[in-house]
Nanobody, 124 residues
Framework: QVQLVESGGGSVQAGGSLRLSCAAS????????MAWFRQVPGKEREGVAK????????YYADSVKGRFTISRDNAKNTLYLQMNSLKPEDTAMYFC?????????????????WGQGTQVTVSS
């Protein structure tokens, strides 16, 4: 079973950047479809970005397209989310998720493995 541990969250001013990391153990990131989700209290978990197995095709939510980049380092067995031009509405707890299957779209219910989350706060 793959275990996921996120890091890299913090507080930043609007327009700034952060890079989130998700270290995997017990499984190889290249063999999983992996994604980043975010959640604010009282709202549903929202899909942010996804990277598929194999060739590494990516998918982004419209709200982050052009600002966020998902990537993985197979040698380090780590998933990343580079977040640029951050906005206050990006404030949330960010979660890393994995599934051994390739599903179309970005639904939380498709992912069986989750990290504990890392908080991102963007101030105006």
């Amino acid at each position: 079973q793959v275990q996921l541990v996120e890091s890299g969250g913090g507080s930043v001013q609007a327009g700034g950047s952060l890079r989130l990391s998700c270290a995997a153990s017990g499984g190889t990131v290249s063999t999983y479809s992996m994604a980043w989700f975010r959640q604010v209290p009282g709202k549903e978990r929202e899909g942010v970005a996804k990277i598929y197995t194999g060739g590494g095709m990516t998918y982004y939510a419209d709200s982050v397209k052009g600002r966020f980049t998902i990537s993985r380092d197979n040698a380090k067995n780590t998933l990343y989310l580079q977040m640029n031009s951050l906005k206050p509405e990006d404030t949330a707890m960010y979660f890393c998720a994995a599934t051994p299957w390739n599903f179309f779209g970005l639904r939380a219910s498709d992912f069986g493995y989750w990290g504990q989350g890392t908080q991102v706060t963007v101030s105006s």
